[in-house]
């Protein structure tokens, strides 16, 4: 049965709007009427717009699955001077914060629910939200769920499991940057039908586009004439990394421009307060890694430089995508050079996992777990004794669930403790015959300390046979009342494991094969980015043809193409060849500390700087010729450690 309500007036009731954008109508009714939905519009276009109002058109609750704080927290801030019922639930509350969050969702009080996608990891918020009647899911930043994305991120993998689990019956995707390829493997994985997808173009007339080839050496005297030329307007400088955000903000302050820089290596609330700064005005420019950005919806952003290469073209569309959403003209340069381009390729390699990673991978499965049986693994701790970075590890145990082998099956925290806060007569007042009783016995097994209570499922289990459901609901009740204070720790994934008809040996080929494809895919986009931006054709027109414009048909003659400046990288600087180093000396410190576990890929990354788990567990990081190459290609660098190692044996 189609909803009646009429969206016009609901629009201008709550928002304060004449008109929708173009896309939002089309969207809306089509969740409105019942159906899941897919919006694929430009940064800054109104895409939040489609699951506000949608929400306020639907019976119960929206709940909101968004990659990062910073999103959540700028939308929440924005329906709340709207008088929209909105919440967020993240790890910077205090426990009183959130169970008052979710006492008010049970009451249906809120109508927008917004949390991270890894918060779905916790058993304790599934358990809750579970009981919450939920009328509509929404996935912001939709492309992560894409394996062909910019972005992947493999706990995307599992909402489409979590929407049957939790009996959600319409999904809306929302996205900016997605190829053709990408919104079919989205619509695929939610069952969103193609007419219901809806991509209004990627083209900003506002926007001039023009990039600049450039050496290293000389972009920070163009871009501070550059800037002068502009004059003081608030804008963002992307760099790769961290310390060029640091050294970049230096250099320009040292030349009067007032810039601050932002990465993830800062304290929280120092990113808090710079955040807060260029958005009130006090900080016109902030030198950023992508750290900064997402959530960020400031109006008046006048210009956006990549000092470095961006990491794809989706990347540069959507942080191009910040500049002059108030449709006033907004500038948006990129200074190429080849060096950043090294560093881009580099951190692909590190990707990438050993063969032996792989190998270790499944032998730990083989023998923890028979043929259909359970097999519990601590991601943080898989990932030390394997050598695989934990996003590379995620992404191989979704390959495994791809190829049959594994089927997950939930998530729980191996430890819970907790301290007493009411004493036992304060308890014995609050639960009554046979609930006091199992509430005694919950706090009777578990092992003591001096303060901390560790709960002990075997022991209790023992002592009172009972669900482990209604244990942890007992726990989650008392700990919001605030007759205990409880803490969570050690995330244990669990998994069913299938038997394979193939051998360890054939298995680990083919899923190498695969991180292998995976990593010509990522070489092979960056050097699509660096051929884009080197083109003779209108760089509006190839970002329009990338993703799939249905607008924009001819030169947009107002980017630097057009006016005739197309942009040529200039050669590398000469390095020394690798031959005039002594291998033995530089690699003694990593040889030694990997010992029998040393390989050619191991000390190549140790010689680019690329950090990896046993990197960590073995302090490399520290030692001196860490990093010692990280100008050179990995490629290069691989073939020379092999040939030295040839020459060594």
Not at 38 to 61: E, N, R, V
Not at 462 to 481: F, G, I, S, W
Not at 565 to 588: E, N
Request: charge should be neutral; aromatic fraction near 8%; proline fraction near 3%.
């Amino acid at each position: 049965m189609r909803n009646t309500v009429n969206i016009d007036e609901v629009l201008f009731t709550f928002f304060g709007f004449h008109a929708f954008r173009e896309g939002q109508r089309e969207v809306i009714q089509t969740v409105v009427n019942g159906d899941s939905a897919a919006a694929i519009f430009p940064t800054g276009s109104g895409k939040s717009l489609c699951y506000q109002l949608s929400a306020l058109c639907l019976p119960h609750l929206t709940l909101v699955v968004s990659p990062l704080l910073a999103l959540m927290q700028d939308q929440l801030a924005f329906l709340n001077t709207k008088g929209i019922p909105a919440a967020c639930i993240d790890s910077t509350q205090s426990r009183e914060q959130v169970a008052e969050l979710m006492a008010a969702v049970q009451r249906q009080e809120i109508k927008i629910l917004m949390i991270s996608v890894e918060r779905l990891n916790n058993e304790r918020f599934r358990q809750f939200i579970s009981q919450v009647a939920i009328s509509l899911l929404v996935v912001d930043e939709a492309h992560c769920i894409s394996e062909w994305g910019h972005n992947f991120r493999p706990d995307y993998l599992k909402l489409p499991q979590y929407q049957h689990s939790l009996r959600i019956p319409q999904t809306l995707l929302l996205t900016a940057t997605a190829t053709e390829k990408v919104v079919a493997d989205m619509g695929n994985k939610f069952g969103i039908a193609p007419e219901n997808v809806c991509l209004t173009g990627t083209y900003r007339q506002n926007l001039n586009l023009s990039v600049k080839g450039i050496a290293a050496s000389e972009k920070l005297a163009y871009l501070y004439q550059w800037l002068s030329e502009l004059g003081k307007l608030s804008g963002i400088i992307y760099v790769t990394l961290q310390h060029t955000a640091e050294q970049v903000a230096r250099q320009l302050n040292a030349k009067g421009v007032n810039a601050v820089a932002y990465h993830a290596g800062l304290d929280s609330v120092v990113r808090e307060k710079i955040q807060s700064d260029f958005m009130s005005g006090r900080s016109p420019i902030i030198v950023a890694t992508i750290a900064f950005g997402m959530g960020v919806d400031k109006s008046d952003i006048r210009f956006v430089v990549h000092y470095d290469l961006p990491k794809s073209i989706e990347n540069y569309a959507q942080e191009i995508g910040r500049a002059g959403r108030d449709g006033q003209t907004a500038e948006c340069l990129v200074l190429a050079s080849g060096e950043n381009l090294t560093t881009l390729e580099n951190f692909v390699y590190a990707d990438t996992p050993e063969q032996s990673g792989i190998k270790a991978l499944l032998s730990e499965m083989k023998q923890d777990s028979g043929v259909d049986e359970l097999w519990e693994i601590m991601l943080n701790r898989l990932s030390t004794r394997t050598n695989i970075r934990p996003l590379s590890l995620k992404t191989l145990l979704v390959y495994l669930e791809i190829e049959g082998v594994i089927s997950p099956l939930y998530s729980y925290f191996a430890e819970y403790k907790y301290k007493l806060v009411a004493t036992k007569t304060q308890l014995e007042a609050c639960f009554k015959g046979e609930r006091f009783v199992f509430v005694n016995a919950i706090i009777d097994t578990s092992k003591q300390a001096k303060l901390w209570y560790t709960l002990d499922l075997t022991a209790l289990q023992q002592a009172y046979p009972c669900e482990r459901a209604r244990v942890l609901t007992a726990l989650d009740y008392m700990d919001n009342k605030g007759m205990i204070e409880l803490q969570t720790k050690q995330m244990m994934q669990v998994y069913q494991v299938h038997s394979f008809d193939v051998s360890i040996e054939v298995l680990c080929a083919r899923l190498f094969e695969k991180c292998h494809l995976k990593e010509q895919n990522e070489v092979a986009r960056i050097h699509e980015l660096v051929a884009f931006f080197c083109s003779d054709k209108c760089l509006n027109l190839q970002l329009a043809e990338y993703f799939s414009d249905p607008h924009l048909h001819q030169p947009c003659q107002h980017c630097c193409v057009c006016h005739g400046k197309v942009a040529v990288l200039p050669s590398l600087p000469d390095l020394p060849v690798l031959k005039s180093y002594d291998f033995s000396t530089m690699t003694f410190d990593a040889r030694t500390r990997l010992a029998e576990q040393s390989s050619a890929v191991l000390l190549s990354r140790y010689l680019c700087g690329l950090t990896t788990p046993i990197f960590t567990k073995h302090k490399l990081r520290a030692t001196s010729a860490f990093a010692s190459l990280e100008k050179y290609p990995f490629s290069q660098v691989l073939n020379w450690v092999n040939s030295e190692l040839v020459s060594m044996s």
